[in-house]
């Protein structure tokens, strides 16, 4: 059974920063891709950042483009998502999810298996 389990949420300050961890288990995820999403109250979820489990392509979107670093680390089966320069509209829920569709990248619909969310609080 796939298990994505996101932790390293938290209370930040505006221009702070916090590492978010995702970690995989219960399959071999090789030509699976790893993505970030959030949610913020009211809004609909949109994608941040993705990761080839195989290699090294990252895409990011624009709006953490510079501020965001995603990475994984296979040996430990866990994706990070290190966030500087926070912002008070980062505030969001964070799930991480998995894709073996690696052609789409930003449609959240792909994604078949997902974290059950970590909460990113940045004040102002």
């Known amino acids: 059974q796939v298990q994505l389990v996101e932790s390293g949420g938290g209370l930040v300050q505006a221009g702070g920063s916090l590492r978010l961890s995702c970690a995989a288990s219960g399959r071999t995820f090789t030509n699976y891709a790893i993505a970030w999403f959030r949610q913020a109250p009211g809004k609909e979820r949109e994608f941040v950042a993705r990761?080839?489990?195989?290699?090294?392509?990252?895409y990011y979107s624009n709006s953490v483009k510079g501020r965001f670093t995603i990475s994984r680390d296979r040996a430990k089966n866990t994706v990070y998502l290190q966030m500087n320069s926070l912002k008070p509209e980062d505030t969001a829920v964070y799930s991480c999810a998995a894709t073996n569709n690696i052609r789409v990248v930003t449609a959240s619909s792909v994604y078949g298996y997902w974290g059950q969310g970590t909460q990113v609080t940045v004040s102002s």
């Open positions: 990761i080839m489990w195989s290699g090294d392509s990252t």
